[in-house]
């Protein structure tokens, strides 16, 4: 199997701690070995944390995907994982790739609500808050079901210093618990691998999002019909002939 992990963050020091996260997870989640191929955005922010950021990241996600897997450079992908929480343009992914495309906040939603009635997203940046709960509550699932909870550090402030943050993030999980989570999920590229150590801290499972992401890859699925595209001006090269190949299915 042959995965792409498309890093929506310009950091490319994130994409290096996913990638290396992910292969190391493979084996310890039972899963078979893949060949995942890492990919960097290749625009916008450093590290997503505002509404602004993640709609230029929207586009890039686009891009990106475009430039490998796209009908002038096929790859022989099997599926792409938008590695970063929240996933910009998912949804518009699915309408132009003939594979199936995981998102690390829809994959910890399914995987956790599999094992408890309510759980918690958590992750670094406050403004994570209002788009996680908007997020979560499109696929049907309100506060009752999914609470959203987030520490003042960014996920890369996280992902450069995690034994620092640890204690922060464990009395916020607490609180979850407190507040009635079955699961808590930690979200964000820049918290992959912090999941063992809370879970040494607290009475609930803790998931890590991109293990969810991995194991819902593998699960495998069929790719949703691609949708016929407008013509569009002004992209870049990929992305401009990605979208031309779609625009003609319509004629």
Same mark, same amino acid.
């Given at each position: 199997?042959?995965?792409?992990?498309?890093?929506?963050?310009?950091?490319?020091?994130?994409?290096?701690?996913?990638?290396?996260?992910?292969?190391?997870?493979?084996?310890?989640?039972?899963? #078979?070995?893949?060949?995942?191929?890492?990919?960097?955005?290749?625009?916008?922010?450093?590290?997503?944390? *505002?509404?602004?950021?993640?709609?230029?990241?929207? /586009?890039? =996600?686009?891009?990106?995907?475009?430039? /490998?897997? +796209?009908?002038?450079?096929?790859?022989?992908?099997?599926?792409?994982?938008?590695?970063?929480?929240? $996933?910009?343009?998912?949804?518009?992914?699915?309408?132009? &790739?003939?594979?199936? =495309?995981?998102?690390?906040?829809?994959?910890?939603? *399914?995987?956790?609500?599999?094992?408890?009635?309510?759980?918690?997203?958590?992750? +670094?940046?406050?403004?994570?808050?209002?788009?996680?709960?908007?997020?979560?509550?499109?696929?049907? /699932?309100?506060?009752?079901?999914?609470? =959203?909870?987030?520490?003042?550090?960014?996920?890369?402030?996280?992902?450069?210093?995690?034994?620092?943050?640890?204690?922060?993030?464990?009395?916020?999980?607490?609180?979850?618990?407190?507040? +009635?989570?079955?699961?808590?999920?930690?979200?964000?590229?820049? &918290? =992959? +691998?912090?999941?063992?150590?809370? !879970? !040494?801290?607290? #009475?609930?499972?803790?998931?890590?999002?991109?293990?969810? !992401?991995?194991?819902?890859?593998?699960?495998?699925?069929?790719?949703?019909?691609?949708?016929?595209?407008?013509?569009? *001006?002004?992209? $870049?090269?990929?992305?401009?002939?990605?979208?031309?190949?779609?625009?003609?299915?319509?004629?």
């Amino acid at each position: 199997m042959r995965i792409l992990l498309l890093n929506g963050n310009t950091d490319p020091a994130i994409t290096a701690l996913i990638t290396a996260r992910a292969r190391e997870a493979l084996p310890r989640l039972g899963l #078979p070995a893949c060949d995942l191929v890492p990919a960097t955005a290749p625009f916008g922010a450093r590290y997503i944390a *505002t509404r602004a950021a993640v709609a230029i990241a929207g /586009h890039a =996600v686009l891009t990106g995907l475009a430039e /490998h897997i +796209g009908a002038e450079n096929p790859q022989g992908f099997d599926a792409a994982i938008i590695a970063c929480f929240g $996933e910009p343009a998912i949804e518009a992914a699915r309408e132009l &790739l003939p594979i199936p =495309v995981i998102g690390m906040a829809e994959a910890s939603i *399914t995987l956790a609500l599999e094992q408890a009635p309510r759980i918690a997203l958590l992750t +670094g940046g406050a403004a994570w808050v209002p788009m996680l709960e908007e997020f979560a509550l499109i696929r049907g /699932h309100g506060p009752d079901r999914v609470q =959203v909870r987030s520490v003042p550090p960014t996920g890369d402030m996280i992902a450069r210093e995690p034994e620092k943050a640890l204690a922060l993030i464990a009395e916020e999980a607490r609180q979850a618990v407190a507040a +009635g989570a079955g699961v808590v999920v930690l979200g964000g590229a820049g &918290l =992959v +691998g912090l999941a063992p150590k809370l !879970a !040494a801290l607290l #009475p609930v499972p803790v998931l890590d999002s991109l293990d969810c !992401a991995l194991v819902m890859a593998c699960r495998g699925g069929r790719a949703p019909a691609r949708v016929a595209q407008a013509p569009q *001006t002004g992209l $870049e090269p990929g992305l401009a002939r990605f979208m031309a190949d779609e625009s003609a299915k319509s004629k």
